[in-house]
Every structure is written in structure tokens, then in C-alpha cells.
T-cell receptor
Framework: AQTVTQSQPEMSVQEAETVTLSCTYD???????LFWYKQPPSRQMILVIR??????QNATENRFSVNFQKAAKSFSLKISDSQLGDAAMYFC??????????????FGKGTKLTVNP | GAGVSQSPRYKVAKRGQDVALRCDPI?????LFWYQQALGQGPEFLTY????????KSGLPSDRFFAERPEGSVSTLKIQRTQQEDSAVYLC??????????????FGDGTRLSIL
């Protein structure tokens, strides 16, 4: 079974600085999908960024980018120019390719990000 | 609707009672998921529907948990004879087609269930 590990339970960053959240995963699949979700105290999970495993190019969404290292099974999230609104729990998630199978997400335990003014 | 809607937002029940949690997905979304999120943990998969068909229920922790989506839209998660370990936030998510790929799952605000 696939597993996702987030080794940093908590991280903090100064406003306007850059922070990197780590994520590793375990799978025997060659193609799969990876996601970062943000969960503020309001509880709603919000998609931050996504990556397909067979694409070499790292995904970027405005201030958010990933460092995807397929051989190392690593999928870290970099947040540039951190803002107070970035404070939240961040979850890394994995999904198998579908082809008739379940589309379920497998989540890590999360990293709580604090942004200091 | 504009997003995934879950009700109630909070539910308190006494141990042994039955509860029903409702999820109204984004209109037209084929896939619907239920996850259980314990305090301080990441969500864990419970079950998955494609339209009205329940294709994966491997995450349901016991036969006290039952989910349905009879008309392929609204879904209900029912927990019978609740126990304290059922206390958690129950998240519902939907996505627009079953081809998967990078299609994201859109989550509701969740129902926080507390069993006394």
C-alpha cells in the first residue's frame, strides 16, 4: 500500500521569506499523481498545487512551487514571499493512476505552518 | 451549487446512538469520496462512489459504517451504534470525472462528530 510521510509536524517562517515543506512517499507505480492541499482552521481543504509523475517539469502556481524528485520519491513544496494568509496545515497527498481503480487520495499527517509578522 | 456542502457542521451524539451525515457535491460531479480526519491527523479514506455505484469501501472501519448515494448526487454516511473512537471530522469531496488524472477533489467544510 502507498504511504505518504511528512517529517515536519510544524514549521515557521517570517513574512516575506521562503519556506520548504517536505514530503516523501512510497509506491511501486511508475505513473501517479501528487498534490499539496492547504487546510486553514475553517477546515476546508484547498488545492495548492498538483504534479503528474511522468512529467519532469516541476509544477508552479504563483508563489507555490514543487521540487519533484521521482527517483528519491520526494515531493517538497516551496512557498515564496510567505504571507500571513499562508498559515495553515499543509497536507501532501498521493493518488494512483485510475484505469478502473479507486481514485482515493492517500494523505500524509500534515505540517502546521506558522507565518510570523 | 458553488461548492461541496456538508451538514450538519457539528454533531454531538451519545455513545450507542445512530448518526447520519449528509454531503451535497458540486453539481454534475461524478465522483464522491468520504474521508475521516482524526484530531491532528491527515484525512483517511473511507469510501468512493462513481455516480450511484459504490466502487470502493475498503476504508470503512467496521460494519457500523454505511454510505449511500442512491441517485448519484447527494450522499449520506451513516454510523450505527456510535463509539467514542468515531469522534472525528468527516470530510466529503467530489470531482468532475472518473478519468482521474490531475482532476482535483473539491472538499466540503466537514462535519465534526463528537461522541460522548
Amino acid at each position: 500500500a502507498q504511504t505518504v510521510t511528512q517529517s515536519q509536524p510544524e514549521m515557521s517562517v517570517q513574512e516575506a521569506e521562503t519556506v520548504t515543506l517536505s514530503c516523501t512517499y512510497d509506491t511501486s507505480e511508475s505513473d501517479y499523481y501528487l498534490f499539496w492541499y492547504k487546510q486553514p482552521p475553517s477546515r476546508q481543504m484547498i488545492l495548492v498545487i498538483r504534479q503528474e509523475a511522468y512529467k519532469q517539469q516541476n509544477a508552479t502556481e504563483n508563489r507555490f512551487s514543487v521540487n519533484f524528485q521521482k527517483a528519491a520519491k520526494s515531493f517538497s513544496l516551496k512557498i515564496s514571499d510567505s504571507q500571513l494568509g499562508d498559515a495553515a496545515m499543509y497536507f501532501c497527498a498521493y493518488r494512483n493512476p485510475t484505469q478502473g481503480g479507486s481514485e482515493k487520495l492517500v494523505f500524509g499527517k500534515g505540517t502546521k505552518l506558522t507565518v510570523n509578522p | 451549487g458553488a461548492g461541496v456542502s456538508q451538514s450538519p457542521r457539528y454533531k454531538v451524539a451519545k455513545r450507542g446512538q445512530d448518526v447520519a451525515l449528509r454531503c451535497d457535491p458540486i453539481s454534475g460531479h461524478v465522483s464522491l469520496f468520504w474521508y475521516q480526519q482524526a484530531l491532528g491527523q491527515g484525512p483517511e479514506f473511507l469510501t468512493y462512489f462513481q455516480n450511484e455505484a459504490q466502487l470502493d469501501k475498503s476504508g470503512l472501519p467496521s460494519d457500523r459504517f454505511f454510505a449511500e448515494r442512491p441517485e448519484g448526487s447527494v450522499s449520506t454516511l451513516k454510523i450505527q451504534r456510535t463509539q467514542q473512537e468515531d469522534s472525528a471530522v468527516y470530510l466529503c469531496a467530489s470531482s468532475s470525472w472518473t478519468g482521474g488524472g490531475l482532476q482535483p477533489q473539491h472538499f466540503g467544510d466537514g462535519t465534526r462528530l463528537s461522541i460522548l
